[in-house]
């Protein structure tokens, strides 16, 4: 990067901490140079004051003083960095053919220059650099291949090289200006701040292109969730038309039933009535008869005779018994009404209550934590434990329902090492992976007072400590006695109290992971804009006796639906 003089070479301005040229150089006691801030900040993380280099150690921090020769050397050199950068831009910028640089001095007929001054601030033609040639005070003047902006180059208060660049406040400096007015100030060389500077531009660039790929995948979502909405749609609305029809159908059924049942009903009480009437009709016609006959046998005087003519039997008709006859189709209909009336009663109360939910839910304003319960648990499916993870102080039951803690340490004895068990976390994995799909399932924690319950992608860490934190590919919370927090986040609470059974929702295209309180239907907590690019298995972990007795088993439970 000299190549502009062969006595100065870069190996002697880098300072060795960090590796570039002396920005305001220091000598030590023992002789080695350092940059001001670099050795300062060395100091200053270290217990003991002594050099980088040869390890000589001082009773008491030296007093450092800038190395005025050191850096007046060093700004020579940086100079020649500059000098050869603007040589090689100049350069790059006639081989693209961006247009050529002109004379400033020519008149008419702008020739083109062939050297440009870095005192003059002036580009010169061939016949116009000619007094730089021959004159003893132009000849120190510093020429440089023609640049077009080469007052950008200058400090225009000290019409000295720009070489240095000042962090604090964000601008090119000369040696001048950072003796003067940034004598404090965090400066670097004008390299150094580029190679930073395009770093972090690099770094930003990478960080741009990848929220442009998450929204694109979350366009992509999108889109999916559009096409799989519209399908559910129409199935909906398909399957609500036939459930709905197959209602009102039941109704008609009912109606046509309960007329005909009416009907038949009251035509058997009219022939029931007509007989009734008819018998009493007959009856009375008899009575009658009777009551002429007693009528004229009440009349005769003779003893006799009256007694000859009374009948041995009674003189009474045969006739019915009206107690034993009721006549009570009036109750009937009124107890049918009563009971049609109750019926319509609740099946009205049952439709409006079905017609708010969905206006609710169609003009977004249901907050029926049980509806989205229900929604989530009908994507339920059935876990079992993969004993093949499982940390060698687990135990878990034969069905692959449950799993606990053992506090039997021998166990590790007679395990038989497997890599795709934990050996840190007191852990196991589901014994199935789910991707590009949404699932759920319930676990009973009862009175545990700890545990942790997630999911985990396919690659996670399974062989000593995992990093708490969001790139350890666990989405989980963690129960410790009164509260939850995240595994990626500790010591930060994002819920309080306790439950006795978790649900987990995943929706694993839609980048979103739920945990309800199954008893009250409350949201515990949601990982939300997750990217997914593996398959997720369940986690459980049921911890240690850390936070008192914690021996109760963690037990997947089949989802107890009430609706």
Not at 380 to 391: F, G, Q, S, V
Not at 441 to 465: D, H, M, P, T, Y
Request: hydrophobic letters at 35%; aromatic letters at 8%.
């Amino acid at each position: 990067m000299a190549s502009s003089n062969s006595l100065l070479s870069e190996e002697q301005f880098l300072c060795p901490i960090c590796l570039d040229v002396f920005t305001r150089p220091v000598s030590t006691p023992c002789g080695h140079n350092f940059c001001m801030s670099c050795i300062t900040t060395y100091w200053d993380d270290t217990p003991n004051c002594q050099c980088p280099v040869c390890k000589e150690t001082f009773d008491r921090r030296p007093d450092l003083r800038v190395n005025t020769f050191i850096s007046g050397l060093a700004l020579q050199f940086m100079s020649l960095q500059v000098k050869d950068d603007d040589m090689g831009s100049s350069d790059q910028q006639q081989a693209n053919g961006s247009g050529e640089v002109l004379c400033d001095i020519c008149a008419d007929n702008q020739q083109e220059a062939v050297k440009s001054c870095l005192e003059c601030l002036t580009s010169y033609c061939d016949v116009h650099l000619e007094p730089h040639r021959r004159a003893a005070g132009l000849k120190r003047h510093t020429l440089l291949d023609p640049l077009s902006t080469l007052e950008d180059r200058i400090c225009k208060e000290h019409s000295r090289l720009l070489v240095m660049f000042c962090r604090n406040e964000e601008v090119l400096l000369c040696d001048a200006c950072a003796s003067l007015r940034h004598v404090n100030h965090d400066v670097v060389s004008m390299q150094r701040a580029y190679r930073e500077m395009k770093a972090l531009l690099l770094e930003e660039e990478t960080k741009v292109q990848q929220m442009i790929q998450e929204r694109l995948q979350k366009i992509q979502v999108m889109r999916d969730s559009i096409i799989q909405s519209k399908k559910e749609t129409k199935d909906v609305i398909a399957n609500s038309l036939q459930d709905l029809m197959e209602l009102t159908t039941g109704i008609d059924k009912i109606h046509s039933g309960l007329v005909k049942m009416m009907e038949d009903k009251q035509k058997a009480a009219e022939e029931e009535a007509d007989k009734f009437i008819s018998s009493m009709k007959q009856e009375i016609t008899e009575l009658q008869t009777t009551a002429k006959k007693m009528e004229k046998l009440k009349q005769t005087n003779n003893q006799l005779c009256f007694l000859q003519s009374f009948p041995n039997s009674s003189l009474l008709p045969h006739t019915m018994d009206l107690s034993t006859f009721t006549f009570t189709r009036h109750v009937e209909i009124h107890r049918i009404q009563k009971v049609l009336s109750k019926s319509v009663s609740q099946m009205q109360t049952l439709l409006s209550k079905m017609n708010a939910e969905i206006t609710q839910i169609l003009n977004g304003t249901d907050v029926s934590n049980e509806a989205t319960l229900r929604y989530m648990q009908q994507y339920e499916e059935d876990i079992k434990l993969d004993p093949d993870t499982a940390h060698p102080l687990l135990i878990i039951s034969n069905d692959r329902k449950w799993v606990r803690y053992s506090m039997g340490s021998g166990l590790w004895g007679n395990q038989i090492p497997n890599p795709n068990m934990f050996t840190e976390h007191l852990a196991v994995l589901g014994q199935r992976g789910f991707s590009s799909c949404k699932f759920y399932f319930e676990v009973f924690v009862g009175e545990k007072s700890e545990w942790c319950l997630g999911v985990a992608k396919a690659s996670i860490q399974r062989n000593g400590s995992l990093f708490r934190s969001s790139l350890s590919g666990l989405w989980a919370i963690w129960f410790l006695v009164d509260k939850f927090e995240t595994f990626s986040s500790p010591n930060v609470p994002v819920h309080l109290g306790k439950v006795e059974k978790v649900g987990v929702f995943v929706d694993y295209n839609g980048g979103q992971i739920s945990f309800y309180d199954v008893q009250s239907a409350t949201l515990i907590y949601s990982f939300t804009e997750c990217i997914f690019t593996e398959e997720l298995y369940p986690y459980f972990n049921p911890c240690d006796n850390e936070y008192g007795s914690n021996l109760e088993p963690m037990i997947i439970v089949p989802v107890c639906r009430t609706d």
